[in-house]
């Protein structure tokens, strides 16, 4: 029996390209369907898109977690072993491990004859969205040999949104996520790592659906689809790239021009959601507190009482590489504890 990727008891979250009801494309991490279904058979039908890095997409089914190599490009169809057990319907979550280092656009599924779809539970009404760079993503968080380590050598299969700390934020909050998380991104156009060296920032990439431009145009969202009570601003870390003009020069021009940009950013935010509560943030990765102490000044200068600063007990001197997955639910455990203490109107 062949499930169709418009059947209406399938779930979806995440910020997805909908042009094509029929082949909807996953651009970032987190990004995901879910469905229940009888029967003993499951096989799943993709088509990716590579830019860069080996491919994988995440699958759980019934709770086990694997992950299935991609082409890099074309479709691929993956038939995933359903366990011969009691369990009368099975539950899958197919999602992005990656952020647009590839799409993946999800082209249906097939079940067993004579099986059925079970409507997945409520979605919950709590409503995440993060922004951020490769720790949101969940980049190289599997490398666990590595905690509180330089990163391995590695081609893309280290990483994994599922064990990011946005994604066990959300989960710990029984929320919904989209994590707007890109590897090597910086606040502004022309700094940080990622599309070098004509480097693309958040500044550009925060309102789009697509915005690597190796994969096509850029598209833009439509914020009204998705209204989350929480934003989460985790960035600051790749600024630094090509220079650490905050660790030199707190009080210099480079210095100041990124705080008003930061501030203007916020704006932007508050203006698409102007209910939300915004959480601004760095992680554990190392990083120079100068960064975060011009958060807490633009968050001072805002004069917004939903707008605030948290800043973890090991930020910026956690770790040299990328976060694992224990140093990912570290920050989740306290951040998931700090966003309690909101009282989110709605939330209790």
């Not at 059925?116 to 993060?130: A, S």
């Not at 958040?202 to 989350?228: C, H, I």
């Not at 939300?276 to 992680?283: G, P, R």
Request: hydrophobic share 35%; glycine share 8%.
């Amino acid at each position: 029996m062949k499930i169709k990727p418009d059947d209406e008891k399938l779930f979806y979250s995440g910020r997805i390209d909908w042009r094509c009801p029929k082949e909807p494309v996953f651009v970032f991490p987190c990004t995901s369907v879910c469905m229940r279904f009888t029967g003993n058979m499951l096989k799943i039908h993709v088509k990716n898109r590579q830019a860069y890095w080996d491919n994988y997409l995440g699958c759980i089914l019934d709770g086990k977690q694997t992950a299935l190599l991609l082409p890099k490009d074309g479709e691929a169809v993956f038939e995933i072993p359903v366990e011969q057990t009691e369990r009368k319907v099975h539950e899958v979550l197919i999602f992005k491990r990656q952020d647009a280092c590839h799409e993946v656009s999800f082209l249906g599924a097939e079940i067993a004859d004579g099986a059925g779809l079970v409507c997945v539970p409520d979605r919950p009404e709590r409503k995440i969205e993060v922004y951020g760079d490769s720790v949101s993503a969940g980049e190289v968080s599997e490398a666990e040999a590595y905690t509180g380590c330089e990163d391995p050598q590695h081609n893309g299969e280290y990483s994994n949104s599922w064990y990011s700390y946005a994604w066990m934020t959300a989960r710990k909050l029984h929320a919904q996520i989209h994590d707007i998380a890109q590897g090597g991104i910086a606040l502004l156009d022309g700094t940080g790592w990622f599309h070098e060296p004509e480097y693309i920032g958040m500044e550009t990439a925060w309102d789009k659906v697509r915005y690597n431009p190796q994969l096509g145009e850029r598209l833009e969202w439509n914020f009204e689809s998705y209204v989350p009570q929480l934003v989460i601003v985790a960035l600051g870390q790749n600024d630094s790239h090509l220079q650490d003009y905050m660790k030199e020069d707190f009080s210099g021009a480079k210095a100041e021009k990124w705080r008003r940009h930061y501030k203007a950013f916020l704006g932007k935010l508050r203006e698409k959601y102007p209910d939300a509560h915004i959480v601004c943030c760095t992680t554990l990765l190392c990083h120079d507190k100068a960064w975060d102490r011009s958060i807490g000044w633009a968050v001072h200068e805002m004069g917004d009482n939903k707008i605030t600063q948290y800043v973890f007990k090991r930020c910026g001197t956690g770790t040299p590489g990328h976060l694992r997955i224990p140093e990912a639910e570290e920050m989740a455990q306290e951040l998931s504890e700090y966003i309690k203490k909101l009282n989110i109107e709605g939330w209790n």
